[in-house]
């Protein structure tokens, strides 16, 4: 009897090692699990600059056909304003926006323009045609357009210098 109760005390003890090297290992598992998602979000929210390349030549394109249709008439072909509109080109589009993001750009071009009939400009509109204020302003094109993603166009920064690394 003495000896059953050792050998069902050592199985008690075994079995608890067994859960906890279990639960451990769940743990270290979902911890792994967390720490993925966390670098993948914080990826996400990497702020990029206008020099990273945030547009495609092909959407700039058709950006310069919109701009041409909704725009020219008051901020003239050459992109330099006239009157009360503002030009967005060259030091005046740069002093403007400096600093700030696609996302606030994109805000005030499909909320308020065209000025005389604000706000019927599509989302995609709005994009292919700030992917051509960004071309016509000597900022790089890359691999993929512009899309119409809150968060990913707050992260990217109107200006000519390179993104900061994240740490």
Known sequence: MHSA?????QRRVFAKQVRLITAIVFAGAMAAAGLGALRAARAADTPKTTMDGVYTAAQAQRGKAQYSQ???TCHMDDLSGSGQAL????????GTWEGQSVAD????IHDTMPQDKPGTLTPDQTLDTIAYLLQYNQFPAGKDELKNDPNELKNIIITKKAATPAK
């Open 70 to 72: 909704s725009c020219a």
């Open 5 to 9: 109760n050792i050998m069902n005390s």
């Open 105 to 108: 750009l994109m805000g005030l």
């Open 87 to 94: 030009p967005l080109a060259g030091d005046a589009f740069m």
